[in-house]
C-alpha cells in the first residue's frame, strides 16, 4: 500500500512538472541565482573588521545597522537576519526586472507563481533571459521595458544581503530602501503589488523622516539633504502620475482610429509629457540628467503608478483613523495583512 501511495505522489509530481515546465526551470534558475548572492555574501561584521575596507564603506555598513535596528525597535517591523551580510557586486548588476502593457490601456502583463500570487513584473539574474523574455513581449504586441534594481525582498525565502551599489545612496535614499524592504518582510497582501508596494513606499517615507531626525537633527545637512531629495522626487511623481492621468484619456479615444494614428498621438504626447519636464521647479539642476531626451513607454509610466498613485489614499488612512501614529499604523497593518 505504501509502495502504491509513494508511486501515486511520484507520478502527481511528475505530472505537475511536466504541465509547468517553463516554471519549474525558471524557478530554478531563480533559486541558483539568488543562493549565489546569499553563499558569496560575508557578514557585516568581515567588512568591518577589514583593514582594507574604506571607512566610507563602513559608516554605511554601519548606518545600516542602526537603520534596521531602528525600524525593529522604534517602527515595529519584524526582526531577522536581513541586511546583516553583504554581497559585493563589483559595481555590476544583479537582477533585471521585465515588465510589459497593453500598448493603449495601463494594463499590465501578469505573470502566476506560487505562493505570493499574481505579479506584474518578472525577475531574472541572467539580463540575456530578461531580454529574450522583453522581446517575446515586444512580439505579441505590448509595451515592454527591462531594469535593473538595486533592492529587492525575497518574502522570508532567504536573508536578504545588502548590495554593494545600495552603499553609493545618499543617506535618506539608504535608510529609506532598507525601510521600504524590510516593510515587504513585514506586512504582504497576496495578489496586490500595487498596495504592497504603496504601502511599503509611504511606510519608508514617514519612517526615513523619523530615523533622520532622531539621529541627526532636523536642521542637519542629512535631513535638510533628504527633504530636498524628497522634493525633487515628489514633484517628478507628480508629473509623469499627471501625465499617465492624460494618456489615459488619450487612450480612451482611440475606438475607430487607424493603428497609424495612435501610434502618432501616443508619441506625441509622450513627448510633450517629458519635453515638459523642464518646468519643474527641482532642487538639484542635474535631477533629470537621466531622462533627458528619454522617450519612454506604457511601462515606464506604470511603474510609477504601481509604487505611488496609492500615497493620497494611505495618508488619508494614516492622519484620520490613526492620528499620523507611524507605529499604531504598522500595528493595524501588520495584524491586518500578517507576513507570509
Known amino acids: 500500500m505504501i509502495k502504491k501511495i509513494m508511486l501515486a505522489i511520484m507520478v502527481i509530481v511528475a505530472i505537475l512538472i511536466i504541465w509547468n515546465f517553463e516554471l519549474v526551470v525558471y524557478g530554478l534558475k531563480q533559486a541558483k541565482g539568488q543562493l549565489h548572492i546569499v553563499w558569496n555574501a560575508r557578514p557585516v561584521e568581515d567588512y568591518l573588521a577589514d583593514p582594507t575596507v574604506t571607512d566610507s564603506v563602513k559608516s554605511k555598513l554601519y548606518l545600516i545597522q542602526e537603520v534596521r535596528k531602528y525600524a525593529v525597535e522604534e517602527l515595529g517591523l519584524n526582526n531577522s537576519d536581513n541586511y546583516t551580510a553583504m554581497y559585493d557586486q563589483r559595481g555590476k548588476p544583479v537582477l533585471w526586472v521585465v515588465t510589459g502593457s497593453k500598448p493603449y490601456a495601463f494594463e499590465a502583463k501578469e505573470w502566476k507563481f506560487p505562493v505570493v500570487g499574481t505579479m506584474p513584473y518578472k525577475g531574472f539574474f541572467v539580463?540575456?533571459?530578461?531580454?529574450?523574455?522583453?522581446?517575446?513581449?515586444?512580439?505579441?504586441?505590448?509595451?515592454?521595458?527591462?531594469?535593473?534594481?538595486?533592492g529587492w525582498s525575497t518574502l522570508?525565502?532567504?536573508?536578504?544581503?545588502?548590495?554593494?551599489?545600495?552603499?553609493?545612496?545618499?543617506?535618506?535614499?539608504?535608510?529609506?530602501?532598507?525601510?521600504?524592504?524590510?516593510?515587504?518582510?513585514?506586512?504582504?497582501?497576496?495578489?496586490?503589488?500595487?498596495?504592497?508596494?504603496?504601502?511599503?513606499?509611504?511606510?519608508?517615507?514617514?519612517?526615513?523622516?523619523?530615523?533622520?531626525?532622531?539621529?541627526y537633527g532636523k536642521r542637519s545637512y542629512e535631513y535638510e539633504e533628504y527633504v530636498k531629495e524628497v522634493e525633487d522626487e515628489q514633484n517628478y511623481i507628480a508629473h509623469i502620475l499627471r501625465g499617465a492621468d492624460s494618456l489615459?484619456?488619450?487612450?480612451?479615444?482611440?475606438?475607430?482610429?487607424?493603428?497609424?494614428?495612435?501610434?502618432?498621438?501616443?508619441?506625441?504626447m509622450i513627448s510633450q509629457i517629458m519635453q515638459s519636464l523642464d518646468t519643474l521647479k527641482l532642487n538639484k539642476t542635474d535631477y533629470l540628467q537621466g531622462v533627458k531626451g528619454y522617450q519612454p513607454n506604457n511601462t515606464y509610466f506604470m511603474s510609477f503608478m504601481r509604487y505611488r498613485?496609492?500615497?493620497?489614499?494611505?495618508?488619508?488612512?494614516?492622519?484620520?483613523?490613526?492620528?499620523?501614529?507611524?507605529?499604531?499604523f504598522i500595528a493595524y497593518l501588520k495584524k491586518?495583512?500578517?507576513f507570509l
Open 127 to 150: 539580463e540575456d533571459d530578461a531580454t529574450a523574455t522583453m522581446e517575446e513581449l515586444i512580439a505579441e504586441g505590448y509595451d515592454a521595458g527591462v531594469r535593473t534594481v538595486g
Open 156 to 215: 522570508g525565502w532567504f536573508n536578504d544581503p545588502i548590495l554593494s551599489n545600495m552603499l553609493n545612496r545618499t543617506t535618506g535614499d539608504l535608510a529609506n530602501l532598507i525601510i521600504h524592504e524590510l516593510v515587504h518582510a513585514t506586512i504582504f497582501v497576496k495578489d496586490s503589488v500595487e498596495f504592497n508596494e504603496n504601502l511599503a513606499s509611504f511606510i519608508a517615507d514617514k519612517g526615513t523622516y523619523r530615523f533622520l531626525k532622531d539621529k
Open 248 to 268: 489615459e484619456v488619450l487612450y480612451s479615444s482611440f475606438d475607430g482610429i487607424a493603428e497609424d494614428e495612435k501610434k502618432r498621438k501616443k508619441k506625441e
Open 309 to 328: 498613485s496609492k500615497q493620497n489614499n494611505l495618508d488619508e488612512l494614516y492622519t484620520q483613523k490613526f492620528n499620523s501614529n507611524l507605529n499604531e
Open 336 to 338: 491586518k495583512h500578517p
